[in-house]
């Protein structure tokens, strides 16, 4: 491996294509209605608060429910 010399001028590095804040938020956006449609299946879909019938989303979220600290029973 060859090092550089103390005169050397360091290797340029090539520059970071910026992303605009137009172009990334409805990716955002698309994140964030998802994550908190996820959150209130896990953490609220039971009981009063249930927009599905029966007990079918409960039980496929069950472990999750338990691992996030969420109480069920």
């Given at each position: 491996m060859a090092y550089p010399a103390a005169g050397d001028a360091p290797a340029a590095r090539p520059a970071l294509p910026?992303?605009?804040?137009?172009e990334l938020a409805p990716f955002a956006l698309f994140g964030s209605v998802?994550?908190?449609?996820?959150?209130?299946?896990?953490?609220a879909e039971q009981g009063a608060v249930s927009l599905v019938g029966g007990s079918y989303i409960h039980e496929?979220?069950?472990?999750?429910?338990?691992?996030?600290?969420f109480a069920c029973h």
């Open positions: 910026t992303i605009p804040l137009s998802l994550a908190l449609l996820l959150l209130y299946f896990v953490g496929f979220v069950h472990d999750a429910r338990h691992l996030l600290g």
